[in-house]
């Protein structure tokens, strides 16, 4: 039975998120049980995409990601893929009515970092949007069930929140980006250099993008914003460790949230989600 395969898929794209991500599996989870699948599928099919560009040293990366992109785009048109990661993600694409743009974006910045290793503005722009914003918007077409009216108001929103997790992302992982990798994402920037001054311009930058996704995330239909209000203060929290942290050990070590403390920011969430005090 072609359900039963599609059922398998669909637990692939599962596992993957919760074996890469315990955040994001705990914000999965207290979204509505009918909203997971779809963002397990769109969750793990980022995470390979990423994986090529970030983790296959040794292999020809570039022709892993154009073999990728071939395969997205058969599995889109045949409405199925033995690949179960892509099968899941397109059966969420065909459901939830993701357009091609979304992806071909995102795809064009995984295949950026095959090829670019320094950004000026424009460049940095251009990947913001790729490889954060338009994840957050394939998730907002879930949310919002593909209504047209709904994604479009809330669109501007769900990209600030994408952007900000990206940036926070960029300086957690600043160390091995730009020590294993090479890698320098922040516009005009030599991480060599790496000072208090530009990493308060960073923060910055990135405080007014969670002051804007916040406001989407309260206008969230109910059925998800516990679930992306839990993905928010995670990494606002993340973020407030960061902004303590000094430029030097940054570029030294990894910040990170123990799990312990994921849990005391879910209890909170929640008990701030249920008194509709976000």
């Keep these: 039975m072609k359900q039963l395969f599609d059922n398998v898929s669909a637990m692939c794209s599962k596992l993957t998120t919760k074996k890469y991500s315990t955040s994001f599996s705990l914000g999965i989870h207290f979204l509505n049980k009918k909203l997971h699948d779809p963002i ?28 990728f992109r ?7 048109e045949a409405k199925i893929s033995l690949n179960p990661i892509l099968n899941s993600f397109q059966h969420a694409v ?51 069930h593909g209504n047209t009216e709904a994604y479009e108001k809330q ?20 160390k ?21 001054h530009i990493k308060k311009n ?7 993008d969670f002051q804007h996704a916040l406001i989407g995330i309260k206008q969230l239909p109910a059925e998800a914003r516990m679930g ?12 407030y460790k ?9 570029m030294k070590e990894r910040v990170r949230i123990p799990n312990v403390n994921k849990f005391g920011l879910l209890f909170q969430s929640y008990l701030r989600h249920q008194f509709n005090v976000l």
């Design 202 to 208: 960073i923060e910055s930058d990135i405080e007014k």
């Design 228 to 239: 992306v209000y839990l993905a928010y203060i995670y990494y606002r929290n993340l973020f």
């Design 176 to 196: 091995e980006d730009f020590n294993a990798l090479g890698r320098t994402y922040f516009p005009d920037v030599s991480m060599k250099d790496f000072n208090v």
């Design 40 to 67: 397990y599928a769109i969750y793990g099919y980022v995470r390979f995409a990423d994986e090529i560009v970030d983790s296959f040293h040794g292999y020809d990366k570039k022709a892993l990601m154009e073999q």
């Design 155 to 174: 669109k501007p929103y769900a990209m600030s929140l994408g952007a900000a997790f990206q940036k926070v992302n960029f300086l957690r992982d600043a």
């Design 242 to 250: 960061i902004k303590s942290t000094p430029p030097e050990r940054i």
């Design 94 to 144: 065909h459901k939830y009515n993701i357009e091609w743009e979304l992806i071909d974006t995102f795809l064009k910045s995984m295949e950026m970092d095959l090829e670019q290793s320094v950004h000026d503005e424009q460049s940095y722009k251009e990947y913001i949007v790729g490889s954060a914003e338009v994840v957050g918007l394939m998730c907002l077409r879930v949310f919002v």
């Design 70 to 76: 071939k395969d997205t785009v058969t599995a889109l």
